[in-house]
């Protein structure tokens, strides 16, 4: 299956949210294809960001796709709500699920597009027989729960090895990347094999946000790949 266009996903964190409505006109505005929205419990990380009650009021003043990243304990308990409140694509956490069949199932029947994040403990192969359900993998690059941290190269090994899982069985589940990406490694991120990028503080606290993103969206990776 041909390698698909990779996406900009802007993390909502790194935002002002003394005025939100500012950045998510900026989003629109942008050439990013998604907007990235963590949700975090305060239990399964050791933060507490926002839930579905603010992602349902940003959904109708924002155009992009809703990917929703649930950093909490149970999410079966939630996915529904989180689909009624505006998620398009929901990645729970492997570390999170005892039954994660039976999650990746739940989020497809309530509609939205499944996804499964590994911590940078977890190893890849954890994902081997769920890949086929799977419309994403998502790559912790640094330990979840805060923006700004270092990037975990390690990361760019899984990346390898789930492209070659995802050639090799034919599918077209997409590679997402979370944490510390920016202009400065954004290429080898791509190079290595994902398609989806996440970026918070590089975005939010650069000078031009909106340019930030066009840099990351006009990175070519077929150029890359010599
Ligand atoms: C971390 C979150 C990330 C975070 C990324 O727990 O999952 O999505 O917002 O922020 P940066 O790009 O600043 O590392
Ligand atoms: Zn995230």
């Known amino acids: 299956m041909a390698r698909q266009k990779h996406l900009i996903a802007p993390s909502l964190l790194a935002a002002d949210f003394t005025n939100l409505k500012k950045d ?13 929205l963590d949700v975090m419990d305060g239990v399964f990380v050791p933060n507490i960001s926002f839930g579905m009650s603010i992602i349902k009021q940003l959904r109708p003043i924002c155009t992009k796709v809703f990917d929703v990243h649930l950093m909490i304990e149970n999410p079966s308990d ?33 509609g939205a597009k499944a996804s499964v994040a590994i911590n940078p403990h977890t ?54 990347v979370d944490g510390g990406v920016g202009l400065q490694n954004a290429e080898a991120v791509l190079k290595a094999g994902a398609d989806v990028l996440v970026s918070g503080s590089a975005v939010f606290k650069s000078s031009h946000p909106a340019d930030t993103i066009a840099k990351l969206k006009h990175i070519d990776p077929h150029s890359l790949l010599v």
């Open 24 to 36: 998510i006109e900026m989003i629109n505005a942008s050439e990013a294809d998604w907007l990235h």
């Open 78 to 110: 939630y996915i529904e709500a989180f689909v009624d409140a505006g998620a398009e694509v929901i990645s729970v956490h492997y570390e999170a699920c005892t039954h994660l069949h039976r999650v990746i199932q739940q989020i497809k029947a309530a």
């Open 123 to 176: 190893p890849a192969s954890a994902l081997d027989d769920v890949l086929e359900d799977l419309d994403m993998v998502l790559v912790m690059s640094v330990n979840p729960g805060f923006g700004g941290q270092k990037f975990i190269y390690r990361a760019l090994e899984k990346c390898r090895y789930l492209r070659e899982q995802i050639t090799i069985r034919n599918l077209n589940t997409r590679i997402q």
